[in-house]
T-cell receptor, first 114, second 113 residues
């Protein structure tokens, strides 16, 4: 009964390094999302995937890429990390029709770029 | 563009007090509104979801109301406990575009024994 699982939980990168944040859900949800959370700014949507095989930009997509590997997995890649990408990253999933369904979040990845 | 505001940003109360957290949004065209709880260093847990056709939802000591026409929601916590200490976020699902959440910046609640 894992729900949404994110790895890693913590990461420190040097400016210019790349990394991939992994996310998997076991609830058979169609939709998955990546958010970042910064102090005083709330959660902002980076990218989302409405269904397997589709991805779309959210509010703050610059500097990121995503892959919806299959229905379970949705990864977020930083090709060349910048200090402005220091943040806490959350993956979430929900059924495709969210009118009556709750969103489920992972535990987050705390990323520091130095 | 939908914007969500939460007031106050922080709240400190003694144990046992009833309290109200506020959330306002600028566009009433929403599918639903959700209230989340976030503990330090943890993810978000959905507490209550109110669909746009509903006025309120209740779960235990929590009651959330929705006034879509005025763009407001409140989360009422009865008989607060130290275990209620957390950050509470509200989020709406706009009817425009794909269904995704727009979050407020949260209210940090501290309930002291």
């Amino acid at each position: 009964n894992a729900g949404v699982t994110q790895t890693p939980k913590f990461q420190v990168l040097k400016t210019g390094q790349s990394m991939t944040l992994q996310c998997a859900q076991d609830m058979n949800h169609n939709s998955m999302y990546w958010y970042r959370q910064d102090p005083g700014m709330g959660l902002r949507l980076i990218y989302y995937s409405a269904s397997e095989g589709t991805t779309d930009k959210g509010e703050v997509p610059n500097g990121y890429n995503v892959s919806r590997l299959n229905k379970r997995e949705f990864s977020l890649r930083l090709e060349s990390a910048a200090p402005s990408q220091t943040s806490v990253y959350f993956c979430a999933s929900s059924p495709i029709d969210s009118q009556g369904n709750k969103a489920f979040f992972g535990q987050g990845t705390r990323l520091t770029v130095v | 563009k939908q914007e969500v505001t939460q007031i106050p940003a922080a709240l400190s109360v003694p144990e046992g007090e009833n309290l109200v957290l506020n959330c306002s949004f600028t566009d009433s065209a929403i599918y639903n509104l959700q209230w989340f709880r976030q503990d330090p260093g943890k993810g978000l847990t959905s507490l209550l979801l109110i669909q746009s056709s509903q006025r309120e939802q209740t779960s235990g000591r929590l009651n959330a109301s929705l006034d879509k026409s005025s763009g407001r929601s409140t989360l009422y916590i009865a008989a607060s406990q130290p275990g209620d200490s957390a950050t509470y976020l509200c989020a709406v699902t706009p009817r425009t575009g794909f269904q995704k959440l727009v979050f407020g910046t949260g209210t940090r609640l501290l309930v002291s024994p």
